[in-house]
């Protein structure tokens, strides 16, 4: 399975950007989708994810109400709908996926970038004042 994310760029605060995560060499069918973010001399932190056999998300408390994750099925992609953007929210953003028989709970996922066992290259997302 091979991720590639897109859609950063540079914003205003209070603006909205839309990032993909595209998959390839396999359905995403059975797959958990992980979105975290890094910004420099920090750990990679859990933004949102969906677990895609059973469509249930969860998000870090400080996205809530602003970012929106979801899945089209027949383009293979994640999508990371991000609205009323500020500047914290600045970093790289990576999409990391994995499928196990036994799947973390949900909330696990979206805190833990061990639980992931593919990564894309990530995206630079700048909000900007």
């Known amino acids: 399975l091979q991720l590639v994310e897109s859609g950063g760029g540079l914003v205003q605060p209070g603006g909205s950007l839309r990032l993909s995560c595209a998959a390839s060499?396999?359905?995403?069918?059975?797959?958990?989708i992980g979105w975290f973010r890094q910004v420099p001399g920090k750990a990679r932190e859990g933004v949102s994810c969906?677990?895609?056999?059973?469509?249930?998300?969860n998000y870090a408390d400080s996205v809530k109400g602003r970012f929106t994750i979801s899945r089209d099925k027949a383009k293979n992609t994640v999508y990371l709908q991000m609205n009323s953007l500020k500047p914290e929210d600045t970093a790289v953003y990576y999409c990391?996926?994995?499928?196990?028989?036994?799947?973390?709970?949900?909330?696990?996922?979206?805190?833990?970038?061990?639980?992931?066992?593919?990564w894309g290259q990530g995206t630079q997302v700048t909000v900007y004042s």
């Open positions: 060499g396999s359905t995403l069918d059975n797959y958990a």
């Open positions: 990391g996926a994995t499928s196990r028989p036994r799947m973390p709970t949900i909330e696990i996922l979206c805190v833990s970038p061990r639980q992931y066992d593919n």
């Open positions: 969906i677990s895609i056999s059973d469509g249930s998300t």
